[in-house]
């Protein structure tokens, strides 16, 4: 059984037994796997790796930008400004919090999220779509 912690595992490997593990794995396991790759070396293995976790965070985050668009077309579902996220975070009625990553209230906003069970989805300046939702 996996750790539910873990979001998603690359398996890396020169030999064909990688593609076996997954092929005899359970469907938890598999839903997990975001790539399977060959390499010769540690950093080979390293290279490939950073390269996968990037495009798996910026699409996620794509994701994340895409739904603000969709909420933001319908009247009252989103809210702007410090002051009112606050006021409307502690009276529980925000499902997802979208956050500049580098927000100076970022563990009070946590903090609360938290409490309400509130989804928060990071945003980062690091793709062209996160930067601009940032701006």
Do not use: C, P, W
């Amino acid at each position: 059984m996996i750790n539910d912690d873990i979001e998603k595992i690359i398996i890396s490997g020169i030999a064909d037994i990688k593609h076996d593990l997954i092929k005899h794995s359970d469907k938890q396991l598999k839903g997990k796997v975001l790539d399977v790759i060959t390499a010769t070396n540690y950093e080979e293995t390293l290279s490939k790796t950073n390269q996968l976790i990037l495009d798996y965070e910026f699409t996620d985050e794509r994701e994340s930008i895409k739904t603000f668009i969709q909420l933001a077309h319908q009247d009252g579902k989103i809210v702007f400004s410090e002051t009112n996220t606050l006021t409307e975070l502690s009276n529980g009625r925000i499902e997802i919090l979208f956050i500049d990553e580098k927000h100076k209230s970022i563990d009070i906003l946590r903090d609360l999220s938290n409490k309400f069970n509130t989804t928060i989805k990071y945003i980062t300046d690091k793709s062209d779509e996160g930067m601009n939702f940032i701006k």
